[in-house]
């Protein structure tokens, strides 16, 4: 080992552990400002960077646009040191970058890595050696090694290597899966072990060091690759688990039992069994998602992921089936959904949060609409929805009172702010996605 590289490597793991080490978090959102917050807890400075002007002055004014992260949290941040820009030029005053940008779909339903790409293009000529940067984005095995690492080399005007072994000076880059659960309060963030994959073992080391300030566990892999997989695992696993029980509630309905008993009375098993709920459809960035960053990459190794498409399959058809039951429910009614007036509780895509990506209510109102259905939703978190991917709604959020002018309330996602036994009483018909009326015996439930 060179004296250079020893001391480069032993200077930033100590500056780590002494909290001295800058770190700038690229991607203000969902995932990258809660870790931002983490990492101020534990009294590093940090930058966050954003394309978006507006959430960089939200954040510098002490302001919060993520309902579940109050202001007083970024005004705590602010204290020590955090704030926010969209000047890349900054990244060369980092010791440690986090990458945490978006990574959708295209309209082909193949991966889109332009996020990633535009970020690594854009920090790469203000790289040099000794920084740490580390890609959190959910994608596919490969992207590492083969996007971002080209990126920055190619990238940068100063000869810049990326480290390979714990004798090359340059900079020093890994992989590490983000695995936050919106809106779980029962696990705390710091006790959600930490994976992390290095292209080389300066960096698994770095890394470790790193998360390990605030992750009370750190999980190396071997490679980047095998941390990419890690992460689309856990999510295909899922999504083939929460298809099989739509499937199965599916049959259950048909044969008359109670999918819900059903799993409630499977779950006391202590051993093999691990409890998946059915609902409207998936939602989210991440489930509906990032299986297709997988069979995508698949077919480049002549490989069908046939569990996934499956997957895909039934979950993608459950907004229609749900519809299917409302058609049932009106129809006992003696009405149609052309004509009727519905009300969509809930539009999240889970309980008690504040997204709405990809969200199976966004279909479902789009397939209400197209039936002639006259649609209003009601969301605490949403005061009005207008257009966005794959969306175009232009609504505002409807009181939730008068609810005996609906011929059909359905619930779409079960905040737990509903008080469900008045929103029973006082509809016609209710369409219970979610078991949110578990309990509650009355001839106005379509459980489904
Ligand atoms: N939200 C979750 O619960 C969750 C959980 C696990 C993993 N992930 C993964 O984490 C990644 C980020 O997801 P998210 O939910 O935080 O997304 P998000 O859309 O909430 O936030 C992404 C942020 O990146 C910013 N951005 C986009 N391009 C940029 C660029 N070139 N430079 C700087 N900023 C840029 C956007 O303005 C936005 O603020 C995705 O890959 C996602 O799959 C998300």
Redesign the pocket.
């Known amino acids: 080992m060179t004296a250079k590289a020893t001391i480069s490597l032993t200077e930033l793991k100590k500056k780590v552990e002494s909290r001295q080490a800058r770190i700038g978090i690229?991607?203000?959102?969902?995932?990258?400002l809660p870790l931002a917050l983490l990492f101020s807890e534990e009294r590093f400075a940090v930058t966050g960077?954003?394309?978006?002007e507006r959430?960089v002055s939200t954040l510098n004014a002490g302001g919060s646009y993520i309902v579940r992260i109050l202001p007083a949290a970024i005004q705590k941040a602010k204290k020590s040191g955090f704030h926010a820009t969209t000047n890349y030029a900054d990244i060369a005053k980092m010791d440690a970058i986090i990458i945490?940008?978006?990574?959708p779909l295209n309209e082909y339903h193949e991966p889109d890595l332009s996020?990633v790409t535009?970020?690594v293009e854009?920090i790469a000529p203000h790289l040099h050696e000794g920084q740490l940067v580390i890609l959190?984005?959910?994608t596919y095995p490969g992207t590492t090694e083969e996007i971002v690492v080209p990126l920055i080399e190619n990238g940068n005007h100063h000869n810049l290597k990326v480290a390979r072994t714990l004798d090359d000076l340059g900079v020093h880059v890994a992989f590490s899966p983000?695995?936050?659960d919106?809106g779980n309060e029962t696990v705390a963030r710091h006790d959600i072990p930490k994976v992390v994959g290095g292209c080389g073992p300066a960096a698994s080391e770095l890394a470790a060091a790193f998360y390990g300030t605030i992750f009370r566990r750190v999980v190396p892999v071997s490679s980047p690759s095998a941390a990419e997989m890690t992460k689309l695992l856990e999510n295909i696993y899922r999504c083939v688990n929460i298809a099989l029980v739509n499937e199965l509630k599916q049959l259950c309905m048909r044969m008359g039992i109670d999918i819900h008993e059903v799993i409630d009375a499977a779950k006391t098993k202590p051993f093999g069994f691990q409890a998946f709920y059915p609902g409207p459809g998936l939602g989210?960035?991440?489930i509906p998602i990032?299986p297709f960053y997988l069979s995508w990459k698949a077919k480049q190794f002549d490989f069908r992921t046939r569990f996934i498409e499956l997957a895909g399959e039934v979950n993608i058809n459950m907004p229609y089936f749900v519809i299917d039951q409302l058609a049932d429910g009106l129809n006992r009614n003696r009405k149609s959904i052309n004509g009727s007036k519905i009300l969509v509780l809930g539009l999240a895509y889970k309980r008690d949060i504040d997204d709405l990506r990809e969200s199976p209510s966004l279909t479902i109102i789009e397939l209400l609409r197209d039936k002639g259905a006259e649609v209003s939703y009601n969301d605490p978190f949403f005061p009005k929805v207008g257009h966005g991917r794959h969306y175009a709604l232009n609504m505002t959020n409807t009181p939730l009172e008068n609810l005996g002018q609906y011929d059909a309330v359905m619930i779409v996602t079960d905040h737990t702010s509903y008080d469900y036994r008045a929103i029973v009483e006082q509809s016609q018909l209710v369409i219970d996605t979610r078991n949110a009326t578990k309990g509650i015996e009355s001839p106005k439930i379509v459980h489904c």
């Not at 690229?26 to 990258?32: K, P, S, T």
């Open positions: 690229v991607g203000m959102g969902y995932v990258g960077f954003d394309i978006e959430k945490c940008v978006p990574t996020y535009g970020t854009s959190e984005s959910t983000e695995r936050e919106p989210g960035h991440c990032d």
